[in-house]
């Protein structure tokens, strides 16, 4: 069991390192190892929890938590690939992380929920006056399917990826296209409401139409 914990730690002290590296391939390519790699990643430490909850020695739900990991995170791999914009690289920011993939907000989701377990289930224990390493046992077992859950909302509900920030910063946009050095915008086909008041000698009224600027040009000093 001493082993299986140092080799545990081992993949949770590198997993932050090799994520970010380079796999000098395509940008899909990268996307789609990074998530397989987290995928097993978080299926160990899932698999290690159950063991934390079962309290037993047989490492069959690490087994299994390893090759679900692996079969989850080419699933979620062919995800990210299929809705990457044409020519950029993938991006999301969730809750409490940004990341390069969506099994990374997963993976960390779950590993604070770990590690918050930990902690909660060491203060319980403490004030119960109970044995810590069963707060410990329990806690992280506990907080680890609870972050993961959570992470899997994090990841496809919450967090904002490419195609939303795209979509933002078009409907920001003033002109179809646009040109902004800092201090002078160029705009092209910009659709704006033309007003024109209009006084009768029996009312005064105000005709409103839709109209778009071929140009336009705003500058500052």
């Not at 140092?6 to 796999?23: D, H, N, Q, R, W």
């Not at 679900?68 to 299929?82: K, M, N």
């Not at 002078?184 to 839709?210: C, D, F, R, Y």
């Amino acid at each position: 069991m001493k082993r299986l914990i140092s080799v545990f730690a081992f993949f949770l002290l590198c997993s932050g390192f090799i994520t970010e590296k380079s796999f000098a391939q395509s940008p899909k390519i990268q996307l789609a190892g990074g998530n397989v790699l987290n995928g097993t990643l978080t299926g160990t430490i899932l698999g290690a929890a159950t063991m934390a909850l079962n309290n037993d020695k047989d490492i069959s739900p690490l087994r299994i938590g390893i090759g679900s990991g692996v079969l989850g995170g080419f699933a979620i791999a062919l995800y990210d690939v299929a809705t990457l914009p044409a020519g950029q690289e993938f991006f999301i920011s969730g809750v409490f992380n940004d990341g390069r993939n969506s099994t990374v907000i997963i993976l960390l989701d779950t590993f604070y929920g770990a590690a918050g377990g930990a902690i909660l289930g060491s203060a319980v224990t403490l004030i119960s006056n109970s044995p810590v390493v069963e707060g410990l046992r329990l806690g992280s077992g506990i907080g680890a399917w609870t972050g993961f859950g959570f992470g899997l909302i994090d990841s496809f509900v919450l967090a904002e990826k490419n195609r939303d920030f795209m979509a933002s910063a078009l409907l920001n946009r003033s002109s179809l296209f646009q040109i902004n050095t800092g201090t002078t915008e160029i705009g092209i086909a910009q659709p704006t409401l033309h007003q024109q008041t209009v006084i009768s000698p029996n009312a005064l009224s105000m005709n409103i139409e839709p109209v778009i600027n071929v140009i336009s040009l705003r500058t500052s000093f």
